[in-house]
């Protein structure tokens, strides 16, 4: 392959719009990240079944949407609640079991993550799914150089949305006063009378909520099948750890950024191409801030 066919001629069209799609890939990696980020920042879990609470928002959207007739944009809600759902038996069943045992609560949500790649690939099998968007998204909007799908900016609308109700729940309600409590010190918060063990468990639900939430609108992106949280899990994992664990404006800020660097890449190469730099470069960063963009001073759990 020649050097001409690798790499395309910069052309300020073109450029301005792969910085628009940078924006709506950043808000893919954002939604899959906040719960992501608020499970770990205040329970100090790293989840590996994350990516399946996407896939089971997808599958949950897809079988509102396919055998009872539910609108695409009531199935969004709806699927929050579902694996919100799931994801408080799972912290109520296992998770909870296996607080400050951070290598078994590894191997339990990777095993937790398999079995339930195999129950929906059982039930519904492993062919590739379609969920229907509503057709006002499926067109396009044109302004000046840009071009974006309307369904991309509803992604990146729900996103924003998304991000300041969860920061107003945390940081404006009493709610998420405990759980910045819990999150600081779990000793002294349960000394004043916080119910740690129903923190935690509606901590991992709504970080449950938020991952069923992100599948519902990326089924109708990409297909839905049995194994796809894997295509999230690495990149949300990139938002939490560079942004700073537990920050909520540090995985706002570091999925913006990531998703602008990948985008840029990916226009001048390709996407494979694109990955292997991003991936390079937040080792690099990695290596001289650990802590991350906006470290959160995390108490003992």
């Known amino acids: 392959m020649s050097v001409d066919h690798f790499w395309t001629a910069f052309a300020f069209g073109p450029f301005m719009n792969a910085l628009l799609i940078g924006l709506s890939v950043a808000s893919i990696w954002l939604i899959a990240a906040l719960g992501l980020a608020i499970v770990y920042g205040t329970m100090g879990v790293i989840n590996m079944a994350h990516g399946e609470f996407v896939m089971l ?5 897809f079988v509102l949407e396919r055998y009872l007739g539910v609108p695409f944009l009531a199935c969004i809600p709806c699927a929050f609640v579902i694996v919100a759902a799931i994801g408080a038996v799972i912290e109520l069943g296992l998770v909870r079991y296996l607080y400050r045992r951070p290598l078994d609560t590894l191997l339990a949500t990777w095993g937790l993550s398999l079995v339930l790649i195999q129950t929906v690939r059982l039930i519904l099998g492993p062919e590739p799914k379609n969920i229907a968007s509503p057709e006002f998204l499926n067109s396009s909007v044109q302004f000046w150089v840009f071009s974006l799908s309307l369904f991309r ?3 990146i609308a729900v996103t924003l949305a ?15 006063l405990m759980v910045r409590a819990v999150m600081q010190n ?11 063990g129903r923190v935690y468990t509606l901590t991992f639900a709504y970080g449950a909520g938020l991952a069923g939430l992100a599948g519902a ?3 109708a992106i990409k297909n839905v099948f049995p194994d796809m949280g894997s295509g999230y899990i690495v990149e949300a994992f990139l938002v939490v750890v560079v942004g700073g664990v537990g920050s909520l404006i540090g995985s706002l800020v570091s999925a913006v950024g990531l998703g602008e660097i990948y985008s840029v890449f990916a226009y001048f190469t390709n996407g494979t191409f694109a990955k292997f730099w991003l991936f390079l470069l937040v080792v690099v960063f990695l290596r001289f801030r650990p802590q991350g963009l906006f470290a959160e001073s995390l108490g003992r759990r």
């Not at 779990?186 to 740690?196: L, P, W």
């Open 57 to 61: 928002g997808a599958y949950s959207a």
């Open 153 to 155: 900016l509803f992604v």
């Open 162 to 176: 998304t991000f300041a109700g969860t920061w107003w729940l945390m940081h404006r309600t009493r709610v998420g």
């Open 186 to 196: 779990k000793e002294i918060a349960s000394a004043h009378g916080i119910d740690t």
């Open 217 to 219: 609108m990326f089924g």
